[in-house]
């Protein structure tokens, strides 16, 4: 997190050929400020490389070209004509007040580094928990200063309130910690070959999504991470679906000729060898190898089981999902199973156990 709490300036170099030089152009001809200037109200400020002119009544600064004796006094007589006859002694009191402004919402601007890293501490823990970014200003930083002053004393409990956490912070916060994992996870993605795993969802919204998996080799492990997740805009086809990813590779400089394996589903969109996915990621990578998704075939086992262990595995998933999605219900029928594995026989004790973690194992035919 370190790396947020300084600000790098990236510097364009223009690279001219070395057998054709640039054209020289006449350099515009830049304007100094005059002190004499004070008396029409305006005094001088750096933007950029070039010096502008700015009023010391309303704070406005106005472009180079207008620092000439005739424009300055057309602003102080149009926007200020109660001040045109004033005195210079008026002006530079109001250049004081204008640079103790300035000097003071510098001061109150600037954040300290720890506090800085703090607040990124905080965002982080907030999107762990997945709360609403207002319970950090709201319930946190509150909590966090009734401790301290407890424990330590007010003084520096008082020092907490330098550390931003309004809500918008911490939604800048979250975004630049999740911008910096998903840079990290591509530049490991980069270093080796990779496989990708792609499969259509769609959320509450009713919004059709494509959540796509990485698997590459990490050192001496190999791991398995999400992508990314991008809204399907149009219609859920093939040519649609390979262009959010060739888009997104594109993006993070991920090559093509480095996957070695893609992972669908079944469908025509994901599975044809002509028109789907998996026909058209061939065409720009010829060496990965296409792997219908283990999840799916057993989906479509599943639905050719006998009527009896049809309704069997009807009645088991209505009874789990009952009890998991009731939290008090989990709770008795976690105690009940340890009960019960003390008392049936191993048989019966292994279809418990099955119950309990969501799947049935059959043995000897039950």
Not at 246 to 264: P, S
Not at 343 to 355: E, Y
Request: positive net charge; glycine residues 4%; charged residues 30%.
């Amino acid at each position: 997190m370190e790396k947020f709490l300084t600000q790098h300036k990236r510097k364009a170099e223009d690279e001219a050929s070395p057998d054709v030089l640039p054209k020289q152009f006449p350099k515009a001809k830049m304007r100094k400020y005059d002190e004499a200037y004070l008396a029409f109200g305006f005094t001088c400020t750096t933007v950029g490389n070039e010096e502008r002119p700015q009023c010391v009544v309303c704070l406005k600064v106005l472009a180079c070209d207008s620092l000439k004796p005739n424009k300055l006094r057309r602003h102080l007589e149009t926007n200020h004509p109660e001040h045109k006859d004033k005195p210079v002694d008026f002006f530079r009191h109001k250049l004081v007040n204008c640079r103790a402004q300035q000097s003071l919402f510098t001061k109150a601007a600037s954040v300290p580094a720890n506090a800085q890293l703090a607040s990124y501490k905080v965002a982080y823990r907030v999107a762990q928990c997945k709360k609403p970014h207002t319970i950090a200003e709201e319930l946190i930083l509150p909590c966090a200063m009734d401790m301290v002053s407890v424990m330590l004393n007010d003084s520096a409990a008082s020092k907490l309130r330098a550390i931003p956490l309004s809500n918008n912070t911490i939604g800048r916060r979250i975004y630049d910690i999740s911008k910096d994992i998903e840079e990290q996870l591509n530049d490991k993605v980069r270093d080796g070959r990779f496989s990708l795993q792609m499969d259509e969802a769609t959320d509450s919204n009713k919004d059709c999504l494509l959540i796509t998996y990485v698997r590459f080799i990490d050192g001496d492990d190999m791991r398995e991470e999400l992508l990314f997740c991008k809204q399907i805009t149009g219609r859920a086809t093939a040519e649609e679906l390979f262009k959010i990813i060739d888009t997104y590779l594109k993006e993070a400089n991920l090559k093509w000729e480095d996957c070695v394996g893609i992972c669908t589903d079944g469908a025509r969109a994901m599975a044809g060898i002509r028109g789907g996915l998996q026909a058209l990621i061939k065409r720009v990578s010829p060496n990965a190898q296409w792997t219908h998704c283990m999840i799916h075939r057993e989906a479509l086992a599943s639905k050719q089981l006998s009527p009896e262990l049809n309704d069997v595995m009807t009645h088991v998933i209505a009874t789990v999902n009952y009890i998991k999605t009731r939290p008090v219900k989990a709770r008795k029928e976690s105690l009940a199973t340890l009960l019960l594995c003390h008392i049936l026989p191993m048989r019966d004790r292994i279809f418990c156990c099955g119950l309990h973690q969501n799947k049935i194992q059959v043995k000897d035919g039950h």
